[in-house]
């Protein structure tokens, strides 16, 4: 079989806040093993924002506060080859520079994937899925604005403070937005061309239709005019 990797990226702030909600209901990650080179992290390297069976209830800003919440950047982290930057142990190399590494290679393997699409762009995903693989959705995706991370009212500070602590996510949403609509662009184009093509060759086939019509009339009428010089 072929499989192909897709994923569909979402606007890091609606996604951090949408997680938090998430978050706040229950949800926790304890299935998760995180596995990277053949081994789970520590506790040391991976420590829990919270002490009970779950973080619910917590508040946006305890949610913020806690160091080692997966939600930032998660993104690229998920996207990104963890090994390149020693997976977990973050005293591998500095900062800036597993910074460096974990959006460069999120990057690189956003490119190579067969598909990936926007959350914000339903309908331009849509068509780009339709047109990667050759197949066709019962129904048109639809774009809902109204989601539980829209419905949290926050303020500039509090904005700025998400962007800030999703600033690589921040940077790989703005090159996959780039890229997403590069690839959109160049399908529409490439679509118009093959319309444009069959335009043309159906023109091309009427023109011979014709062509050939003429021709039969033509050898028609000189056939009558020649059996009329043989009647007389």
């Known amino acids: 079989r072929n499989f192909y990797y897709i994923t569909i990226l979402r606007d890091p702030v609606s996604r951090y806040l949408s997680e938090w909600r998430h978050v706040q209901r229950g949800a926790t990650w304890k299935a998760s093993l995180h596995v990277c080179d053949g081994r789970s992290p520590t506790s ?20 913020m506060d ?26 591998v190399m500095a900062e800036d520079q597993r910074n ?35 197949m066709n959705f019962i129904s048109p995706f639809t774009q809902f604005n109204s989601t539980r991370a829209s419905s949290v009212e926050i303020d500039d500070q509090t904005q700025k403070r998400i962007e800030t602590l999703n600033f690589l996510d921040m940077e790989l949403y703005e090159y996959a937005k780039d890229l997403f609509l590069q690839r959109y662009q160049f399908m529409r184009q490439k679509e118009h061309q093959e319309a444009r093509r069959k335009r043309q060759e159906q023109r091309k086939m009427l023109r011979a239709k014709h062509a ?21």
């Open 66 to 91: 806690c160091p080692y919440n997966l939600a930032n950047n998660r993104q690229v982290r998920m996207l990104a080859d963890l090994s390149l930057v020693g997976c977990y142990n973050l005293s």
């Open 100 to 134: 460096k590494v974990l959006l460069d290679s999120a990057k690189e393997n956003l490119k190579r994937m067969a598909f990936f699409g926007l959350t914000e762009f339903q309908r331009k995903t849509q068509y780009l899925f339709e047109k990667t693989f050759n």
């Open 212 to 232: 050939n019509h003429k021709m039969e009339m033509d050898n028609s009428s000189s056939d009558y005019i020649g059996n009329v010089e043989k009647w007389r």
């Open 44 to 63: 040391d390297e991976l420590p829990s924002c919270y002490t009970g069976d779950d973080w619910s209830g917590c508040s946006l800003k305890d949610f």
